[in-house]
């Protein structure tokens, strides 16, 4: 069998130089990237929370004002958030097969995530500079 004839895209698709899920490939990677990356910032977020565990306000915000600490916390969340998004992204895109309600779907999924990271990430920010 010739090459050309096993091929799963369509004629058009192979003149434009796009696969059969065009950015599938990109959006495959990215959620095995941040996947990667979730294992040690889970590690460090598990550590600081162990840490700050039993101790008084004072303590928490001295510890979690850290610079290393903030910074660790801001990769975490922003990290996980990102790979968040992606993962319902695909859920939704692979079970709900009405337009508009996935559109709706993935809409409230992009505004969710952006919410839980920028709330996140200010009260991250605000104990990290005591604002």
């Known amino acids: 069998m010739n090459p050309e004839e096993r091929k799963i895209t369509t004629p058009a698709s192979r003149v434009r130089g796009l696969g059969s899920a065009r950015s599938g490939t990109q959006h495959f990677w990215m959620q095995r990237v941040t996947a990667v990356a979730n294992i040690p910032l889970s590690i460090a977020f598990i550590a600081i929370v162990a840490i700050v565990l039993g101790r008084n306000h004072a303590a928490v915000v001295q510890?979690?004002?850290?610079?290393?600490?903030a910074i660790l916390l801001l990769l975490f969340v922003l990290n996980a958030t990102y790979h968040m998004w992606l993962g319902m992204q695909v859920i939704i895109e692979d079970y709900v097969h009405e337009h508009i309600r996935k559109l709706t779907c993935l809409m409230t999924n992009t505004f969710f995530c952006a919410a839980t990271a920028f709330t996140s990430v200010y009260a991250i920010l605000k104990l990290s500079f005591g604002v």
């Open 63 to 69: 510890i979690l004002g850290s610079p290393l600490v």
